[in-house]
């Protein structure tokens, strides 16, 4: 069975889309992990009816990426062989491209499909040109540069093995640059499974405010993959500066508690 989760907050305006895409996939079922929404985006996914679909709700937001660690855990406890992660606000034509995910995960023993979301068009910003240059340093590190170049879990539709889940646990998808980092450690396969330029997949345009913290956060998440990977350590710093962003907001704690609670 391949699951697909979905995290979403505040995204009245895609969800219904971006649902609406997944459901033309080869997925058996989609974890909707609705958090911390202050619109109508629960009533959206209601509104769509299909028993593919199964909604989860927080009332209170969960931090950057922990809804994906959340919903993998309802996707393993109901039986799941393969998890697919697609951004509640991803709503372009890239239903295909999910396919091609679901294909290496189920068919051709691969543990990690990435995907490629600079295959035309390099990155302008200044903020995008430094994020990609801590990406391709945790990629060099990890020696799966020449494999995978600039990708990593944090950026794009990806999947993941049961198998996988089985050695890294949930808690290193919540990080998700750390989930590759265990997974290039422990000899699993990862690989491109696709490649979507980055305006196809619609997503949500916000401020610069959020853009920085987001990237922030993925510096920090790549500094601490590269940490774990070295030496087992937790350092979110580089050159005098910690990157934190989002990350001092993810509740690793709800998580912890529903992983150990087994609900």
Known sequence: MIYTIV???????KIGKT????????????????????????????NIKSHRIQPVLFNKPLGLDIPRAMGAFFAYSSGASGFIFVDGDMCGNISHNIDEIISDISYKNIDMGLT??????????NISKILLAFRRQLNLELKVYNKIKYAIPSH???????????KIGFKSLAVPPVSLALASRYNFNIAISTK???????????DDFHASQVAKTIIGDCIEACSIYQSNT????????????????????LLEMIVSKGV
């Open 156 to 166: 794009g539709p990806h999947g993941v093995s049961r198998r996988l889940i089985d």
């Open 19 to 46: 649902l609406n895409m997944l459901l033309k996939t080869k997925t058996d079922k989609i974890i909707v992990v609705v958090n911390g929404s202050t619109d109508n985006t629960f009533m959206e996914v209601l």
């Open 196 to 206: 979507i330029p980055q305006d196809m997949l619609k997503s949500t345009i916000r």
């Open 7 to 13: 995290p979403a907050r505040n995204e009245e305006e």
């Open 234 to 253: 937790k350092i979110r710093g580089f050159d005098g500066v910690d990157f934190l962003g989002y990350h001092k907001s993810r509740r690793f704690d």
């Open 116 to 125: 490629d979301c600079y295959c035309h068009n390099p990155a302008s910003s």
